[in-house]
Every structure is written in C-alpha cells, then in structure tokens.
C-alpha cells in the first residue's frame, strides 16, 4: 500500500506534530485490517484444530481395524516358527539381548511372546 511518508520510512526523519497525527490516521484503517484478520485468523485455527482432532481420532481407527485384517495375522504357527528361527544369529550363539532375536521378537506383541517363548529352537 501506498505511502506519503514512504521516503522517511527507514530513516531517522522526526515527524512533525501535523505530521504525527497525519500517520496516525494513516494507520486507522490497517491496523483495523490487521485485527480482523488476526479475528480470523484464530477462527480458521479454532477450525483447523477440530478438525486435526477429528481426523487424529479416525486416524486411530482405521490403523486399529486395518491391523485386524494385516495378512501377518493369517500366518500359521508353523511358519511364524520358521520365521522367528530364521531371525537368530547365524555368525555367533546369540546374545541374550533385548535388541535382536529372540528376546526383541518377545517385544512386539502379546502373540509374538507366545510364539518365541513356546518355540525351543530359540532357546
């Protein structure tokens, strides 16, 4: 937006007294402006936070039912054996460590547990 004042700005120029209150009225308007949009503003945040709120709750939703359906879940127990064997060490006898197998597989779930727990070729 324009300015009459737009060579001072910047400058240490000291406004006279009929000056000061032409910028003040100068500046009525926008900084009416600036609270309507700052009014705005917020609003469109007070609605931008529900909805973050409502798609972090159907977020959790869909994630909860899609593990249901995962194809993990269909695996036999067989090869569920298999897969956690295949996970040991190969190189050395394995560490009892939380961060690699078996005891990390142990971690992931209630049913992983189970499985490690009642597979002996682990131990």
């Known amino acids: 937006m324009p300015s009459p004042f737009a060579s001072k700005l910047g400058t240490n120029y ?7 209150a032409e910028i003040q009225t100068l500046l009525l ?7 309507h949009l700052d009014a705005e503003i917020a609003d469109l945040q007070k609605a931008i936070d529900k909805l973050t709120t ?9 994630d909860a039912h899609k593990a249901l359906i995962s194809p993990i879940r269909r695996l036999p127990l067989d090869i569920m054996e298999e897969i956690f064997v295949t996970c040991l060490p190969t190189d050395r ?11 990390l597989l142990g971690r ?8 490690s727990l009642s597979t002996p070729r682990l131990w």
């Open 29 to 35: 308007e926008p900084t009416l402006r600036l609270q």
């Open 93 to 103: 006898n394995c560490a009892m460590s939380a961060v690699e197998a078996p005891i």
């Open 54 to 62: 409502e798609r972090a709750g159907l977020d959790a939703y869909v």
């Open 14 to 20: 000291c406004p006279r007294d009929d000056e000061i």
């Open 108 to 115: 992931i779930c209630s049913a992983w547990r189970a499985i």
